[in-house]
Each structure stands twice: as C-alpha cells, then as structure tokens.
C-alpha cells in the first residue's frame, strides 16, 4: 500500500507529541510492506529530502507569514502543491494520512482532486483543549477539526475518552472512529548504566532529596500550577527532603512567581529543554515523575515513564486513567486538587517497595498495550477495511 502522510511537526521539529507519534509509527508500517511518504515542515538544516527508518520524509518551506493562522495557510499551500506533485508524479497512491486541523485543508483538497481516501488521525480537539468553544479562534478552529472528521474516511483517535469526544465536539458517528493507542519504541526501554549516576544527579537534587518531576510544555493545560501547590505539603511531610525538576520550554514566568510567592523557590528547579540524551538520564534517578494536566488525550510522557522504570502519578483527566491503571501501573488523583496530587505523591515516594511495584507492573503493560510492533498492525487494519470499502463504490 502506497501512504501519503501530512503532519505538521516532525523530528527535529518537535512542538508536542505528533512528532513521536509520527516518527515511531510509521517505521513499523514500512516494516508491513507499506511504502511511506511523509509531507511535513523544514526546519533548521534538516534535508528537504531524506530517508528515515524507511519513511520517505518530504520537507517544504513555508515562506514568511504574518501570523500562526496565516503560517498554517501557507504552510497548507506547501502541502498542497508538493503533496499534488507526489501523487501525480509517484502515484498511484491508495491514502492520504492527516494528522490533526493544521494539515487539513490540504488533505482535503488533495483527497477531492484525486479521488484518495482521507484517514485522519485527531490528536485532540480545540473543546477540549479549553473545556469549550468562547470566542472565535475555539470556534474557527473548531470548524476545521470537523471540517477534516467529515471528509475523513475513518478516523483514529488514541483512547476510548477522545473516541467519546470527538463524537461530541465534533459531531462525528461512533462507528466512523477507531482507537489505535500511542505507543513507546522498544529501545527507550533500556535503563542506561554507562554514566555516572551520582554525579550527574547532584546537577538537580542534593543526596538527601527526593527527585519529583514534570516534563512538558509549560501551558496552562498542563496543570503543572496544581503541582506547585501541591509542594508545601509534600515539603511538610517529607522535612523538606524533596526536590520539585520542572523540565520543558515555553513562558514559565508565571510558574516561577508561583513558586516564589508559595515560598518554595529554593525547592524548585526550571530546566527550560532538556535533549532527549540528558532526559533518558534524568528520568533514572528521579524517584516520581508527575502530570497533573487539566487535558490530555493521552499522555505519551507516562508511558516515556514507565519505560524509565519510574513511578508515575497523574490526574484523572481524559485518557490518563486508560494509561495508567489506578494502584496498578500508577497512581491516578483528582483533576485540579492540590491535596489529591500531593497524597498521590506522597504514596510514592514514602512508600518504596509499593513504588518498585507499580513501576515493574508499569514496564510489564509496555508490551502489552503500548508497543508499537502491535499498533501498527491495527493502524494496518484500518487503512485495510479502508481500502476494501473504497474498492465497493464509484466516487
């Protein structure tokens, strides 16, 4: 099967978490036979043109733009006149792939032109996002993600919650929707013994301190002010002997007033981004890693967690409680409470051989759920079924 695939963000261009999901994916799907075209953004002095894991990644250029709306339409230009190259050129293709609104417009039109099934995958939704639609971008945006639902042939979501929101928010027909998880690649699983632990520990923590830590972006969604709140409480039970490491870049001014203000400054360590290559070292001498987000799909970052073997709590929210199992692979507390989070943690970290439980628990499901080998193949099956019906009718 022949695959053209757009996504806004790819490796090194990484913004959230399309970018893993479209790097880790795709390679296994090349493995089943398929042959991959991936359409997505220059960036810095990544080739325009290159082979990766087997996926044939295409990079076009945007050209100046006034603003992020105005950047998406030109950059969906790009799509559209590179992506309508391809299949004329290289085809004949059998899907087109989008991933999330920003890409839309192009797929659109490019499904339409050449008369190629639209398989969109929706990563979350604007509703989402802000717990509702209140003024014109929610809802412009909102028109987009259901402008791409409508034109999709089917639709992938990642868990069961966004199946149930994308129904809602965007007024899709559940049985037009397939859950694929998110997945992890087998070799994050591999604890990393060539460096010196100690050493490299005492750069975030002093010995006596216990590592918490959030990774991500620092936005609103991300809840990571209900873990702030949650420290002086934490600090009281624990004598102090806790170190709160908040990893990811983005405005964390407010955060840092926050910390400032709850007299817990001196406690509290901003890393601003951190390479992939310190955060796989990192992530083994932290002792609990925390994701208090207010919204999220699925959390690709608990399951980077459970591959580094540390004891993850998050809050209820979306698909949290699908990915990680209460007092089973995890522990999940109530969305936006202080006093819940910080219980959660304290469960871990005054507790070690529950702790090794969740975490050995935690790895075991890796491979059960969360491998990539496994989604691939009922990505497979959608683009299969897919295919079959497109065989049935006259476009």
Known sequence: MKILVLAWEFPPRIVGGIARHVAELYPELVKLGHEIHLVTVEFGQAPHYEIVDGVKVHRVGIGASRDFFHWIANMNES????????????????????????????????????????????????????????????????GKEKDLAFNAWRIIVCTNYMRLEVERALTAPWNKIDVVYNGIRPEKKRILADFDHWHFRRRFAEDGEKIVYYVGRMTHEKGVTVLLSAAPKILQELDDRVKFVLIGGGNSNHLK?????????????????????????????????????LYEPFGIVALESFAARVPVVVSDTGGFPE???????????????????????????????????????????LDKRFDWVKLAQQTDAVYGRVLHERAEVDW
Request: aromatic share 14%; glycine share 8%; proline share 3%.
């Open 257 to 293: 007033h926050q910390a400032w203000d709850l007299g817990i400054w001196h406690k509290c360590y901003f890393t601003g981004f951190m390479s992939d290559a310190d955060l796989d070292k990192f992530q083994t001498v932290a002792d609990c890693a925390v994701f208090p987000s």
């Open 79 to 142: 799509m559209g006149r590179h992506g309508g190259k391809l299949l004329q050129e290289d085809g004949p293709f059998d899907i087109i792939h989008a991933h999330d609104w920003l890409v839309g417009d192009a797929a659109i039109a490019l499904k339409h032109l050449f008369k190629i099934p639209l398989v969109a995958t929706i990563h979350a939704t604007e509703y989402g996002r802000h717990n509702g639609l209140y003024h014109d971008t929610h809802f412009y945006i909102n």
């Open 323 to 365: 990915v990680v199992r209460h007092s089973k692979t995890g522990i999940v507390t109530w969305t936006n409470s202080a006093d819940s989070l910080a219980w959660g943690i304290l469960e871990v970290l005054k507790n070690p051989d529950y702790a090794q439980w969740l975490v050995d628990n935690a790895y075991a499901d």
